[in-house]
Nanobody
């Protein structure tokens, strides 16, 4: 059974950092692209960052709002993808989801491309 389990959410003050982890099981991480999405209260879910599979080139992609502050990385040996979030802002608050895409291609922040989803930890940035 394919599962994605996120961890690392929490409360942080503006300017602080958090690292989210997405541990996958039931499939070989290296064959899948992984994306991070978030949903703020009252807003639609939006793409944050993604990394393609090794066969897809291992490329990364970031939303303009997080570029330069967030870094996505993958550790295939640990079957885990990380999202390092620095210089957090109140507008980064939301539920963060990781998702897996079966096809090996350069990743895009398009929700319809992703086949499997995690439950999502809460990230709250507030003073």
């Amino acid at each position: 059974q394919m599962q994605l389990a996120e961890s690392g959410g929490g409360f942080v003050q503006p300017g602080g950092s958090l690292r989210l982890s997405c541990a996958v099981s039931g499939f070989t991480l290296d064959l899948y692209g992984i994306g991070w999405f978030r949903q703020a209260p009252g807003k639609e879910r939006e793409g944050v960052s993604c990394v393609s599979s090794s066969f897809g080139g291992g490329s990364t992609n970031y939303a303009a709002s997080v570029k330069g502050r967030f870094t996505i990385s993958r550790d295939n040996a640990k079957n885990t993808v990380y999202l390092q979030m620095n210089s957090l802002k109140p507008e980064d608050t939301g539920v963060y989801f990781c998702a897996a895409e079966r096809l090996s291609r350069p990743c895009e922040l398009l929700q319809g491309r992703y086949d499997y989803w995690g439950q999502g930890p809460q990230v709250t940035v507030s003073s």
